[in-house]
């Protein structure tokens, strides 16, 4: 499986832009980049994933790398309900199966 | 719309004892995953089905553990003889199809403590 690579921590401010970074250089050409992310006390929420073009959804926007070999998920605006894991996922080649990192933990800072 | 439905959501067992677990996944969803939480080894996917079938049970760490989806609205997963090991919260999923595009829905969790 291929596998992905995430700060363990970043600190962001309430209401400015969070550039959350993801490297997966051995992805293969069929593997989809996921996002997800986990508040306190949740189960795991799906974010946003794509291919290959940058993509924009009502949570987040997804912007992958040329090469494939990194993404960064991108959220505009953060909020203090921003604050979770958030958990950058190849998907098992074509077959759906996501194996979780450890992530990224976001502080929101008011 | 209801989402993933999980049953208990919290569960104190002793020992020994034979502890079952339970998943409704969202209505047509054809697939559903079984996820382990802990602190020290993060979120383990231990099974999952398509169309009811057990695709891969790679992840189910003993053969205490025992997973089955007996129709397209239920599954369950049940530990015997459980063991204070296996104190954890478990989650379950559901996705629209088994594909590299689905989105997977997961439920709030089962918090499960084995003394």
């Known amino acids: 499986d291929a596998k992905t690579t995430q700060p363990n921590s970043m600190e962001s401010n309430e209401e400015e832009p969070v550039h959350l970074p993801c490297n997966h250089s051995?992805?293969?050409?069929?593997?989809?980049i996921h996002w997800y992310r986990q508040l306190p006390s949740q189960g795991p929420e799906y974010v946003i994933h794509g291919l290959t073009s940058n993509v924009n959804n009502r949570m987040a926007s997804l912007a992958i790398a040329e090469d494939r070999k990194s993404s960064t998920l991108i959220l505009h605006r953060a909020t203090l309900r921003d604050a979770a894991v958030y958990y950058c996922i190849l998907s098992y080649n074509q077959g759906g199966k996501l194996i979780f990192g450890q992530g990224t933990e976001l502080s929101v800072k008011p | 719309d209801a989402g993933v439905i999980q049953s208990p959501r919290h569960e104190v067992t002793e020992m020994g004892q034979e502890v079952t677990l339970r998943c409704k996944p969202i209505?047509?969803?054809?697939?559903l995953f079984w996820y382990r939480q802990t602190m020290m080894r993060g979120l383990e996917l231990l099974i999952y089905?398509?169309?009811?079938?057990?695709?891969?049970d790679s992840g189910m760490p003993e053969d205490r553990f025992s997973a089955k989806m007996p129709n397209a609205s239920f599954s369950t997963l049940k530990i015997q003889p459980s063991e204070p090991r296996d104190s954890a919260v478990y989650f379950c999923?559901?996705?629209?199809?088994?594909?590299?595009?689905?989105?997977?829905?997961f439920g709030p969790g089962t918090r499960l403590t084995v003394t």
């Open positions: 209505s047509g969803h054809n697939s």
């Open positions: 089905f398509n169309n009811n079938v057990p695709i891969d």
């Open positions: 051995t992805i293969s050409g069929t593997d989809y």
């Open positions: 999923a559901s996705s629209p199809e088994l594909a590299g595009t689905s989105e997977q829905y």
